[in-house]
């Protein structure tokens, strides 16, 4: 099942965004999740993943410290927050899911975040 991204939008440089990736899987908490970006030109980036149980986390040197992944297992959502935004994090945000019963990695269609200076 492909999950769904929500939250992305046009914003000025220093906002901040909360995004969010529902996944209906019933064996949501056993999966770890976690956000892809790809901004026009360059290759695609992991910035940010986390653990079915969400106890570990894991970020890319560009955004630590301005990006807090979570989620909430009881309500099957992952969530990304986004301080700080500058232009260079103007990108698509793709969520991503591991499911671990099957081995197969689930991609959402992404959401646009587009940071203006």
């Known amino acids: 099942v492909q999950p769904v991204e929500s939250g992305g939008g046009l914003v000025q440089a220093g906002d901040s965004l909360r995004l969010s990736c529902g996944h209906s899987?019933?064996?949501?908490?056993?999966?770890?999740m976690g956000w892809h970006r790809q901004a026009p030109g360059r290759q695609r980036e992991v910035v940010a993943a986390i653990s079915g149980r969400g106890d570990r986390t894991n970020y890319s040197d560009s955004v630590k410290g301005r990006f807090t992944i979570s989620r909430d297992n009881a309500k099957n959502t992952m969530y990304l927050q986004i301080n700080s935004l500058k232009p260079e994090d103007t990108a698509t945000y793709y969520c991503f899911v591991e499911e671990v019963a099957t081995g197969t990695t689930y991609w959402g269609q992404g959401t646009q975040v587009t940071v203006s200076s």
């Open positions: 899987a019933s064996d949501f908490s056993d999966n770890p």
